[in-house]
């Protein structure tokens, strides 16, 4: 197959791999060098400060929340859009913007295809309506479950996250401890992994992190369940400390309860063979395989069954489900297929007219719909 | 002439008109009322609690700072911006925004011309930078200073703010105070105005509301200031009650120390006949005239000056120069005007070209200034 010419379209909050959080700069760093490492020209759109084999061009010389912070974020994320879209657009076969509703006034009038992966939670606030004013792009989700509030869009594909198997280690002799990992916000529900570890009576280290948004929870639920035998609260962890507690844990207990869109740490878990106790909401179902790489929980009385019944799940199959299904390779391979479907498609001016069809009923449902008067 | 199908874009965060504060969507107000008198077919997009004579389409029901929070401010304008330019956009002979760089990758591909009134200041952040990406579009100005850090853009023209005359009353007989009028923030140098009020042993009323951001500067450096018999802290005023503030003044003691772009304040004293006292950045000296309206003032003796010669100022020449320069109708036909001019030139193909060429060069430009790596 030819090789490609293809834009990566990065968010400039992180730079690309992000130092600590900051998922979909990860995810997108991890594309980017399986796209490069299979021959494609790649150029990377991010932050100054980011590290890629690709060609990197950047708008600002450092990432918004490291850098000084006059920046206007939406400014400088348009005026990167505007380089790629305006200045750059004969350059590339394929463009594939990680910045969602934003790349929408840009991308949806050109020749050149715009692949957009969702990264977030499409039941919040107007973001449904305003893709589904952009019907016909070609859009992504990261997960099954994560198109469900905005449907009548144009799902191309479902497309999981992926690392490399490298940077994770399998361990089968893990230490007796279960571990909660990610930050102490109320939809996470710490609270329910300190109570169900007392219940149990199993250890639980915590490695979480408290954004100021959380602090008067943190202050008021938690840290008064903190002072307990049973749980080792071990504060904000950097990328190795977090896979040496996996690794080491019998299982993450994951007591998130929202509709989370993918949920890195739950196959960062598996990488190192470590099984997922998950609430079955959002991704979870399709991410953990119940009795197989995890158990999928609805009820208190789930939790500890599966809690006391963690010893019964295969470590390796964990790994070998990880490798199979989430590796960088696989979600490079995922989007390299359909970059070429959909240039493939694009090639055929016929489709375009049934796109635009497709378009404007778009915005005659939502017209009849309301949400302009 | 031709009647002309015009869409006004004004911004979300108050309704049109604005309750209290909100400059922009008062001007928006004033010229949409203006145009539609004048039997122009007016669209005005806005919050759906505005109020107008034209056709009023609202993507949310309240406007951002009233309604639920849930909503993002960005999300919501960018679908009132796909609305006008994707859907709408056959039913307008011209467009007008507010809404600054928002507008851009909406604007320049289509054959509508678009006129962008820039409202804020230049001088921050990436503002201007994005702005030279777009250097075709038509700007305008609100004062020639609020030009100078972006100059190599296309503006079109400046037109002053304008208000109508109805409003305010003409006071010729004003009581014995002094009036500063607006928020307590830093860069607005209240406490100049209060030391100058004790120097020249003269009453000063403050009018002014403290934003959560300046509660600190309110608390450490302007409290302990307002306990003095010369000095009367009357609280944040609503609109009739400023008026009534305004047209009793002696002067309006305007020490504001930033690049005003265009400072409302001052026309609505001049309206009153109210001379206007203010240190000469900005477009102060464009609006006040020295030694007619007021006085422009650089140093501390300078105020000191222009206070004790503050009667030598005519009042009723104050509320004239209002009428000619800074009435709504003076506005409205200057905007009238350029959406004509720009008709006219848009009807030849040439120009387009000539305009393609001139933009590609700003973004050649920006390449050899460094803006992207």
């Known amino acids: 197959m030819k090789k490609l010419r293809i834009a990566q379209i990065a ?26 490492a299979k ?15 690709a060609r ?19 400014i ?18 394929i463009i594939h913007s990680h910045l969602e509703y934003l790349t929408l006034p840009y991308a949806h009038k050109v020749r050149v295809p715009t692949v957009l992966t969702m990264h977030g939670r499409l039941d919040i606030g107007e973001y449904g309506k305003m893709l589904g004013l952009y019907p016909h792009m070609a859009y992504v989700s990261i997960s ?75 202050d008021n639920k938690i840290r008064p369940m903190l002072d307990h035998p049973l749980i080792d609260y071990v504060g904000e962890v950097d990328e190795s400390r977090k896979v040496a507690l996996l690794k080491n844990a019998k299982a993450l207990l994951n007591t998130i309860d929202w509709p989370e869109p993918f949920g890195l740490v739950m196959i960062e878990a598996l990488a190192c063979g470590t099984p997922v106790i998950v609430r079955g909401c959002g991704s979870a179902p399709e991410v953990i395989s119940h009795g197989k790489t995890g158990y999928i929980c609805q009820t208190r009385l789930d939790f500890i069954n599966a809690i006391r019944n963690t010893d019964k799940l295969s470590r390796k199959t964990c790994r070998e489900e990880f490798e199979r299904r989430f590796s960088a390779d696989t979600m490079v391979n995922n989007y390299e297929e359909l970059y ?26 939502l017209r009849r719909s309301g949400v302009f008067r």
Request: hydrophobic share 35%; charged share 25%; net charge negative.
């Open 11 to 36: 968010p400039l909050v992180e730079r690309v791999p992000p130092k600590k959080y900051g998922g979909t700069e990860r995810v997108v760093y991890h594309l980017t060098e399986g796209l490069v």
């Open 39 to 53: 021959g494609h020209e790649v150029t990377l759109f991010a932050s100054g400060d980011s590290v890629t084999s």
């Open 56 to 74: 990197l061009i950047a708008p600002i010389s450092e990432s918004l929340r490291l850098g000084r912070k006059t920046h206007s974020a939406t």
């Open 76 to 93: 400088v994320t348009m005026m990167m859009l505007s380089k790629v879209y305006e200045e750059m657009l004969h350059e590339f076969d």
């Open 144 to 218: 099954d479950s994560q198109r469900r509030p905005v449907e009548e869009i144009n799902w191309v594909k479902t497309i999981y996250h992926g690392y490399p198997p490298s940077g994770f280690e399998f361990n089968d002799m893990p230490e007796d401890y279960f571990l909660y990992l990610g930050r102490f916000s109320e939809e996470k529900r710490p609270e329910q992994a300190i109570m169900l570890a007392k219940a149990c009576n199993i250890p639980l280290k915590i490695a979480a992190k408290i954004d100021p948004t959380d602090q008067d929870f943190f």
């Open 340 to 365: 070429y479907d959909l240039l493939q498609k694009n090639s055929f001016p016929e489709a375009t007219h049934s796109k635009d069809a497709q378009r404007s009923s778009g915005l005659m449902q």
